[in-house]
């Protein structure tokens, strides 16, 4: 399946397409002196940020799955590649989402043939790019239910945006695609009396839950209940798409395309257009924000090992509130704060 995901993302040479039609007069800007493979470094936040700040930092990236309505993390080893980009360049932009991750307490492939699963491109047509996927792998927009929502999807806004589709795992370890559209139905009413359909483990016979609501597409997940916020279900990422417009990324150095696309591939933003009062690599491309750091910064880091390092089967307010006492541990408590 993954060699068919690449297929359409790279149909009639987009992938390629930056190099080919940038040529050495607008992509070569990008191997400059200027745009050189800088050394790994990381943007220390100078003063000790509050709770608020940390809290409000919090709240903005966290995006709760449509399913489970929590925070989505690889529970997998990430497998990146990156396409569009000279060799050279693909291979650093790579290399640090894996960097990026291990730092983090993410899961890596190590495996040098490993099937991608975050599939980075960089493309002058975005939104060609983006059309072949929503006809031929509307999967990999991400959750939709029908044929409307797939559409808004599938539209480009901006010059770095990602999608990303998710799965639902429950304490069995069963694992489902979050798929809204359940093949080609919905969900359905069955007036069958459950007493006629006989009696059940799960309260479920047939698909008839108990009471006569039939439904077709639900899935069945084994949680442990709402004891202190865990209930053993977990949201995770199961392929996410990064697309790219070079054209429009020519004032940046590579390095910091590369913590700004690293981010996005190991967590999914609320909002890519708000701006964080902590310093945040996530700022870059937002409009107005005071603060653009031009690497990955003490503060990012921190919400990342916030998030893989919160206990399986958390609920979001239990993973919210896990992630910010992390944060403060590494940002203030551990500073002498």
């Known amino acids: ?15 390629a397409s930056a190099s080919i039609a940038m040529g050495q007069s607008s992509l070569s800007r990008l191997a400059a002196p200027a745009f050189a493979l800088p050394p790994e470094s990381v943007t220390v936040t100078a003063t000790r940020p509050s709770a608020e700040t940390i809290e409000s930092y919090v709240d903005t990236r966290a995006q709760p799955t449509y399913v489970l309505g929590r925070m989505a993390r690889w529970t997998k080893g990430v497998c990146p590649v990156t396409m569009g980009l000279s060799d050279k360049y693909a291979k650093y932009i790579t290399q640090r989402i894996k960097e990026v991750a291990a730092a983090v307490g993410a899961p890596v492939n190590a495996d040098p043939g490993c099937r991608p699963n975050i599939e980075v491109m960089f493309t002058l047509n975005p939104h060609v790019l983006m059309d072949n996927v929503r006809k031929n792998q509307p999967l990999l927009l991400g959750y939709h239910h029908n044929e409307r929502e797939a559409d808004e999807l599938a539209k480009v806004t901006h010059s770095i945006q990602a999608w990303y589709s998710t799965i639902s795992q429950d304490r069995t370890g069963s694992t489902y695609i979050d798929d809204g559209t359940c093949g080609a139905g919905g969900t359905s009413l069955n007036t069958t009396p459950s007493s006629a359909l006989g009696p059940s483990a799960d309260g479920m016979s047939n698909g008839v839950v108990a009471g006569g609501l039939s439904l077709p597409c639900a899935i069945l997940m084994h949680g442990t209940g709402y004891r202190t916020g865990q209930d053993g279900l977990n949201s995770g990422f199961f392929n996410i798409v990064i697309v790219a417009d070079p054209s429009k990324l020519l004032d940046y150095e590579i390095g910091t395309l590369g913590d700004y696309v690293a981010m996005m591939a190991l967590s999914q933003p609320a909002s890519l257009d708000r701006c964080q009062d902590l310093p945040s690599i996530s700022n870059l491309l937002a409009k107005g924000c005071t603060s653009i750091p031009s690497w990955i910064t003490d503060g990012d880091l921190a919400f990342l090992k916030g998030l893989y390092r ?20 590494t940002l203030v408590t551990d500073k002498g704060g």
Request: no cysteine; aromatic share 6%.
């Open 1 to 15: 399946m993954r060699q068919i995901i690449l297929a359409l993302l790279t149909g009639v040479g987009l992938a």
């Open 310 to 329: 919160t206990p399986s089967g958390f609920s979001m307010t239990a993973q919210r509130n896990e992630m910010q006492y992390q944060m403060k541990k």
